[in-house]
């Protein structure tokens, strides 16, 4: 009798131990993302489902410069406009951001969340969690100037894990 309630134990434990592993929530990243004429740095970022993530903005170009997070890049009249799939709409999130506009891309020109930070000393912040729907490979850009900064090369990647 003893034997079979020790295997019973075991068997629990090890039942507790992989469920309680699985379940884990991956620490929160808090990291800042430099824009300049024309790049990102990092140009790649990594994020895991669960995770919160904040990001401080800081342009330290001599112009305007925004993010903006997507998949297929939408063109219009011959120049890159904005992506065809915003990762914060197709994940139903709206990150908390200070930011100028309100986000729908209407001063911009485009679609999708965005967030634009003028030359200077300004820092700008956002923050979400990180969900299923954000699995995959995305792409960083900024469409500032009619997409002109996503020509010259104002491009990013960004990589979310499950």
Known sequence: MSKKFALLVVIAMG??????????TPKPLEITVEMSEFAFNPEHLEFQVGQ???IHLVNTGSIVH????GRDVEIADG?????MTDMFAAAGIEPEAMMMGDGSGEENGHDGFVVEV???SEEYTMQ???TEDMVGDWEIGCFVHNGKHYTAGMVGSLTVKP
């Open 15 to 24: 039942i507790i131990l992989s469920a309680c592993s699985g379940s884990s």
């Open 66 to 69: 925004g993010i903006m997070f």
């Open 118 to 120: 003028p030359s200077g």
């Open 128 to 130: 979400f969690t990180v």
């Open 52 to 54: 919160e993530v904040t």
């Open 79 to 83: 120049q890159p406009h904005g992506y």
